[in-house]
């Protein structure tokens, strides 16, 4: 039917074309954005689908993040150890040299770096984070994605005492490699038994007769447990605050027993009231091994006298008198001999004079049963004991060949923690590949197929707009009907 009032073939043109320009725009709008689904109603479902691939993807990256920033800890922590094995190898070939009986040097100078090495030691494994209660000394988490949340972390676990590379974790923080290493007279106790406790609810006294700016001085060094039992390390910590100002080590001997080092000279004698757990038998006395010693009277009492001393530093000569007593005449010796090498502290007993010197020295006195029970020379050519003198040393060793290997375990489970990182990062890279083409496929759009979308939609918007010129012309051929 031909009608004025409605124009059918108009209309459907007007559809035909909305549709063919609302197929155009859509296709511009994916060849332009490059998206296939750019409003939820392109395809609702797909969206979702693309929107968890999105989500998982952008943990993965992050993940990725967190795992090289875990990694490059542990990579600097590697470098640490690395220098702390070869701070540990010097220790040790410092140790194996002043180990030695014939060794004719100094060890006081070898003992001097060895320390400052042990310091270092402590600092640098402070700063990668690995001394006790460091930083890395815990068990590091690392969370990467791509799973479920237990699967989705990596655990390093460097936590404990065990994984701290300190020289108190180590175990050579009270090591030395002084000459000396003198153990107590007598003594029976060993510290170094396992998980052992000392002094619970006790103390325990060390008197030593030493010097201080070359004078003759007495100092106590007491270890207190009343407020809770003590481990080996807590009695070495405790006597070392007390003595190394004096240039006196304390240690524990390869046999397990306490004893004292240094190139001071020194005599030392214990008591304590506790009968179970004491650190040194009770009523035990010691005089410095690790340096030439003369032991006089065992009684100072005052005499006429002269005494003669010589070393490879020069001589010197002391007048003794009746008058003296015990403090005086150490007073009166430590003035004219420092210069020579040679100083005078009260014996063990704080009763006598005991003199000891760097070097060989040779003594002789004028008169008997002063400082001395017999008239002429008293001549020591050699430390007291050669053995004890490398004690230190010996012991120094074993706790380095410990701390070595406990190095090498460190170690390990730095390279095992960076190697489940970087198998970490790989998996998320891979997963991240495959959420990235997962979504894709379902994101983007298909530019080969939407140019042709393209062409196709631009030809029939040009159709649609020819049909509707043709369509709005035909009521005017009604116009003929009516002339």
Known sequence: MISLQ????????????????????????????????????????????????????????????NATAGLSSLQIADGGLSNISTMLNRLKTLATESASSTFVGNRANINVEYQQLTQQISQQAANIGLSSGGSLNQV?????????????????????????????SLGINNTSVLGGGTELTGNSVRLDAPAAT?????????????????NATTVTAKVDGTAGALTQAQVLSSLNSQLNNYGITAQVGSDGQL????????????????????????????????????????????????????????????TMAAADTLTSALAKINAATASIGVYAVANSAGTGIS??????????????????????????????????????????????????????????????????????????????????????????????QEAANLSQAQVLVQASVAAMAQANSAPQSLLKLLG
Do not use: C
């Open 6 to 65: 409605t124009n059918m073939a108009s209309l459907i043109s007007q559809n035909n074309l909305n549709t063919n320009e609302q197929f155009q725009q859509n296709t511009i709008q994916q060849l332009t954005s490059g998206y296939r689904i750019n409003m939820a109603g392109d395809d609702a479902a797909g969206l979702a689908v693309a929107n968890t691939y999105r989500s998982n993807i952008s943990q993965l990256n992050q993940g990725v993040l």
């Open 140 to 168: 590091n988490t690392v969370y990467i994605g791509g799973g479920t949340v237990a699967n989705s972390q990596i655990s390093v676990d460097l936590s404990g005492a065990q994984n701290a590379v300190d020289a108190t």
């Open 198 to 214: 000392f002094l619970s609810g006790a103390t325990q006294t060390f008197t030593f007769n030493t010097l201080s700016n070359d």
């Open 259 to 318: 004893n004292f080092g240094g190139s001071t000279p020194f005599t030392v004698s214990t008591t304590t009231a506790d009968a179970t757990d004491q650190i040194a038998t009770t009523a035990t006395t010691a005089t410095n091994n690790g340096v030439y010693e003369v032991d006089g009277a065992a009684s100072y009492t005052g005499k006429v006298e002269t005494l003669t001393f010589m070393s490879a530093q020069g001589s010197a000569k002391v």
């Open 355 to 448: 003199l000891q010197g760097g070097s060989t020295f040779s003594v002789s006195t004028t008169a008997a049963n002063g400082t001395f029970t017999a008239t002429g020379a008293q001549t020591t050519n050699t430390p007291t004991t050669l053995s004890t003198a490398t004690g230190n040393s010996l012991a120094a060793l074993n706790a380095i060949n410990n701390a070595i290997t406990a190095l090498g375990n460190v170690q390990s489970n730095v390279g095992a923690g960076e190697n489940k990182l970087n198998y970490g990062m790989d998996l998320a890279n891979s997963q991240i590949t495959n959420f990235s083409a997962a979504e894709s496929g379902i994101r983007d759009a298909n530019v080969a």
